[in-house]
């Protein structure tokens, strides 16, 4: 039998309303987590560190693959690099262009908050069976791969 979502009437039929729900529980969740842990990496930040992982990739191309427009990205690289937790370096080819390089304060980062955040999301995700969720994620990758093959996204998504 099939849970009813809790919400206002008609709502629990809308996609946005329900990806809306979810999104605010991970945040919520992962805002206590972070205070009771002591971190201070935003979702933000830790997409940013993700994607900079292990690649060189200049501000431009690490701005496209995380889906965060070039402002705010150069906010958010200033604040991590003020915090060590990532430097700028000029590119070999054009050294007009910067790559992005974690330092190792960053991966230390990255590693907590990643951690936190998985079991954030096994809390959230945690009435799934293991099938129900992989099911999900493929929807969800979906989407989103055909979101960004059919239309150029406007603003950041985190």
Do not use: H, Y
Not at 18 to 47: C, G, H, K, W, Y
Not at 115 to 122: C, I, S, T, W
Request: include cysteine; hydrophobic fraction near 40%.
């Amino acid at each position: 039998m099939e849970q009813q979502a809790a919400g206002p009437a008609g709502l629990e039929e809308s996609a946005m309303w329900l990806m809306a729900r979810i999104v605010q529980q991970i945040r919520a969740r992962t805002t206590d987590r972070q205070a009771e842990e002591q971190t201070s990496i935003t979702p933000r930040e830790f997409v940013v560190l993700s994607t900079a992982d292990g690649r060189a990739l200049t501000q431009l191309e690490l701005g496209q693959a995380a889906g965060i427009d070039k402002s705010t990205l150069v906010i958010t690289l200033d604040d991590l690099e003020r915090r060590g937790l990532v430097c700028r370096r000029p590119a070999p080819a054009d050294r007009r262009r910067r790559v992005i390089e974690i330092t190792g304060a960053g991966r230390d980062a990255l590693a907590q908050v990643g951690r936190l955040m998985r079991e954030v999301e096994n809390e959230v995700l945690g009435g799934l069976a293991a099938d129900e969720r992989e099911e999900l994620l493929a929807f969800l990758r979906r989407v989103v791969t055909t979101e960004m093959t059919e239309s150029r996204p406007q603003g950041s998504c985190v």
